[in-house]
């Protein structure tokens, strides 16, 4: 019997001691409405897997917080209400597969980065990192970083090695990386080094992947160069081919017409040069050897026949 006084007694021992008989009962401090909100989400999420009516709920707790805030409720339980709703939101959207949606459906209720909770700020950079976009929350976590008001936070170190580590690096971003630990006095000396060293590993790798890359252009670059060295060739032998058969085709006159063309192109002589007579020359006597030799073969085969 004792023990059930003791323990029935033990509630009212933190607002001040053992209850006394002279004493008025203290009156239980009113309950946001918001906190059973929270408590109805945290259920609809871990044990009903309904992740949609978690996220309404969240909603629907963020306007009872806008329009039924408490005046005699502390400002600490207030912002700690706010944090878990994001917390629950921000894996109701991520379960639904809406992950992209997160950051914006959180800036909606604190209007700015710089006011964003450390935990739901660490929260946007994990999942976000974790879909290989860590390029979206780039901009809202430097805006939080640089507000002199968040540097004096507790957290404000682990969440600026969580940021280099999760998207400066990933995103190559080495010189704002290096700054950032550098100018920054949450980092303690050992840390500080360590998460240099971590960027430094990093640049080397940045830089023998890019040498890598020239070195495979090289030769990709050299065997372009090389194949239309050799592709020139053979192709003003087709040409020249294709025009020494189409000449032999033609009739006398109209062949050495062609050749006196081919000739102007290729080789650009002048033809009204009397330097270019003995040329015009030895390329008419030529044509008509060809042509001589061509009706005597024909005719032989002619007579075989």
Request: glycine letters at 4%; a negative charge.
């Amino acid at each position: 019997m004792k023990s059930d006084c003791s323990t029935s007694a033990a509630p009212f021992r933190g607002l001040g001691g053992p209850l006394r008989s002279s004493e008025p009962v203290r009156a239980a401090p009113a309950r946001s409405p918001a906190v059973d909100l929270l408590e109805e989400a945290a259920d609809l999420l871990v044990v009903h897997l309904d992740f949609r009516a978690a996220l309404e709920t969240c909603e629907r707790a963020w306007q009872s917080l806008a329009n039924h805030a408490l005046p005699e409720e502390p400002a600490g339980t207030s912002l700690e209400v706010k944090c878990s709703l994001c917390v629950v939101g921000i894996q109701a959207l991520a379960e639904m597969d809406r992950w992209q949606e997160v950051l914006s459906w959180v800036l909606q209720y604190y209007q700015v980065p710089e006011k964003l909770p450390p935990k739901v700020l660490e929260l946007c950079i994990l999942l976000y990192s974790k879909m290989q976009e860590p390029r979206a929350v780039l901009d809202v976590v430097g805006a939080w970083l640089q507000d002199p008001a968040n540097q004096d936070l507790p957290e404000y170190g682990a969440l600026a090695e969580f940021h280099v580590q999760r998207v400066l690096l990933p995103l190559g971003c080495l010189s704002e990386a290096e700054e950032l630990v550098v100018g920054s006095a949450a980092f303690g000396e050992e840390r500080r080094l360590d998460v240099l060293q971590a960027i430094h590993t990093a640049r080397q790798q940045q830089q023998q992947e890019h040498s890598g890359s020239e070195e495979a252009q090289k030769p990709n670059e050299e065997g372009s160069i090389s194949h239309k060295f050799l592709s020139l060739p053979m192709l003003v032998r087709q040409l020249w081919d294709s025009a020494v058969s189409h000449f032999f085709s033609l009739p006398f006159k109209k062949s050495l017409l062609a050749a006196l063309i081919l000739c102007l192109l290729v080789v650009r002589f002048d033809p009204a040069s009397p330097s270019s007579l003995p040329f015009l020359y030895k390329l008419a006597e030529l044509f008509r050897w060809i042509r001589k030799a061509a009706s005597s073969r024909l005719y032989q085969l002619r007579i075989r026949d």
